[in-house]
């Protein structure tokens, strides 16, 4: 074995992770890919255009990552809960000891159903607002991500809505199948070299590093 062979400088490629001899390498934007990868990151290349972060430079925020922001939109969820809370039930106690008869169980389902439907409705608006203005809720901007779509494109009423509903209704939202679709989701994304979550795919976004 010559010399020359044994020094041959042998670089990753920047898709796949195999390593090649640098010589059979093309180097597109900074980035070293395979002869195997070429095709499929030239569309990409292609795909996102001008405008936007490069697909190059994407960092795709995984599993923990999100899981985190979610925890973080939960603990500011349960701020105006807790406040609803306190201001409500007050009167519900004193509205129940004035009434001699039964138990009111009606207007203890009423309360509940309110709280439930306002809940709901103020969390939709939370999420579909923060995406459309902000690209990300609060805790996601507090984790550092964002949601994009790969041709970055704007979010859209539609995608923004899309999202809302196929995680927190079909994903998270259906009791007992919310386990089975919540363990999916996060195994899909997971695998996926581009962290989409179920969701994502539905609605065709991403989740990158701001
Ligand atoms: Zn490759």
Excluded at 48 to 58: D, F, I, W
Excluded at 80 to 96: C, K
Excluded at 194 to 210: N, P, Q, W
Aim: hydrophobic share 50%.
């Amino acid at each position: 074995m010559s010399q020359d062979t044994l020094v041959q400088t042998v670089l990753p490629c920047s898709q796949c992770g195999r390593e090649f001899p640098q010589s059979d390498l093309v180097h597109i934007a900074g980035n070293s890919v395979c002869a195997d990868c070429k095709p499929a990151f030239l569309n990409r290349v292609m795909a996102s255009g001008v405008a936007g972060s490069s697909p190059l430079a994407r960092r795709y925020g995984g599993f923990w990552i999100r899981f985190g922001a979610r925890m973080i939109d939960g603990l500011i969820f349960m701020v105006p809960m807790v406040i609803m809370f306190i201001l409500f039930m007050p009167n519900f106690i004193r509205a129940r000891s004035q009434a001699v008869d039964a138990p009111n169980f009606a207007a203890f389902a009423a309360m509940g159903l309110t709280f439930f439907v306002v809940i709901f409705i103020g969390g939709c608006c939370y999420e579909v607002l923060m995406l459309k203005y902000k690209s990300a809720t609060v805790g996601k901007i507090a984790c550092g991500l964002k949601v994009i779509r790969p041709d970055g494109r704007s979010l859209s009423w539609g995608i923004c809505f899309g999202r809302w509903f196929m995680w927190n209704v079909v994903t998270a939202g259906i009791p007992y199948l919310n386990s089975v679709l919540m363990l999916v989701s996060s195994i899909m994304l997971g695998v996926d070299a581009e962290k989409r979550a179920l969701h994502d795919r539905v609605c065709d976004t991403r989740v990158i590093y701001k």
